[in-house]
């Protein structure tokens, strides 16, 4: 197998974990999405799904530095731009599980932390915040970017960017009126982003992504063409 179908194939399972990961870890935390008045699970729950989302952190890192080679032949700006944009998301999605596990635990103990409501609270607050912030508006751009790309160089089917851009515009839409507090968060919103990766995951496993074909190297001496070769007669 090329090295190239190898890379294509670690990002379309590496796109399997992030969504494994991210659904499995929201009902873990006791469902609270964005409503910080709900109570957090339990402790063993929210441990579990702390541990997912740094697994999910990892993978969201590691589809972009899988995808990255083969990208960068058709554009090394976007392939770049889709690595640091992916390891920003992943980084919010760390921030927000350091701050969730205080008012579960404390390092090295089976211990209650015994942080008052007003402090559990909180640290849930900043959770669901960075849930809003990395996944909610990172990810659409990071999409988008990856999209662009790939509807640009015609490297996949047409309708697999062209969905990747309108769940972008969906879910980016959607967080941004949670985020100034004139909407509810619309979990159907995200269907098509998330059917955006999974028709992108499975162009990635079947067909993947070939390489740009390379450019003759300077200096390099190229053949005649036959035509060339019988046009040209001896000097006169």
Known sequence: MSRPRVRSRLAAVLFLVTWVTSVAALPLYGGSGLDAASALAGRSS???????EVVLALAVVGTAVALYPLLRPHGA?????????RTLEASVVLVGVVAVLPAVARPATTAP?????DVTAALQLVHDWTFLVGPGLVNPVNATVLALLLLRRRLVPLFVPVLGIG?????????LAVLF????PVPALAVPLFAWEICLAAVLAFRGIEPAPEAPRAGRPT?????AATDSGPSQ
């Open 181 to 184: 507090g004139v909407a509810h």
């Open 223 to 227: 053949a005649p063409s036959l035509s």
């Open 167 to 175: 769940g972008a515009l969906l879910v980016a839409g959607g967080n």
């Open 113 to 117: 932390p015994q942080l008052g409501g």
């Open 77 to 85: 700006g976007p392939a770049l731009g889709y690595v640091a944009l």
């Open 46 to 52: 929210v441990l579990v799904a702390a541990l997912l």
